[in-house]
């Protein structure tokens, strides 16, 4: 019998295969809603892996950690094709049109420099003097900024 532990890592798995496995040209199939939604969803996952790395890394459990890691930084390079032009607006978005407003490759530059950091503390979160702060560093600071700038007050 399986845990609840791997049914879940096999259902978030299969949730980022489906997401992964859509290539831009099926994006224009998509509808504003789907992409929106989707976007949501991966955020949402994003915060939920975040939360569960902190844990994984406080007690030590850097294997697991590090997995997470690099699942998080893979969906950050994912959302990249989630913000194209016609998803400005509608189904309780929480963009800011400051991404697509002369901002588009700022917004981009921390996705991927999100993806960037999550490699990056994967690598180092076990050799850290401080567990902490590297995680603020390297996982919690880039969500603060993303936010700040370009995500609706909730």
């Known amino acids: 019998m399986m845990s609840k532990y791997s049914i879940n ?17 099926a994006y224009s199939e998509l509808s ?13 996952k994003n915060y939920s892996t975040a939360k569960k790395v902190q844990t994984f890394a406080s007690k030590g459990d850097f294997v697991k950690a590090s997995s997470l890691m690099k699942e998080m930084s893979e969906n950050y390079l994912t959302l990249l094709e989630y913000f194209p032009d016609n998803t400005k607006e ?3 978005t929480e963009a800011l049109p400051s991404i697509w407003e002369n901002n588009k490759d700022e917004f ?9 950091d999550m490699i990056e ?3 180092v979160i076990e050799s850290s003097d401080d567990v902490r ?3 603020q560093k390297f996982m919690w600071s880039n969500c603060k900024a993303c936010h700040s700038k370009f995500r609706a007050p909730h």
């Open 90 to 92: 509608g189904f309780k």
């Open 9 to 25: 890592i096999f259902k978030y798995i299969f949730f980022i295969a489906a997401l992964t496995s859509i290539t831009l040209p």
């Open 108 to 116: 981009n530059s921390l996705m991927k420099k999100s993806s960037t």
């Open 133 to 135: 702060a590297s995680l």
């Open 121 to 123: 503390l994967a690598k």
């Open 32 to 44: 504003v809603e789907e992409i929106i939604k989707g976007r949501k969803a991966l955020f949402s």
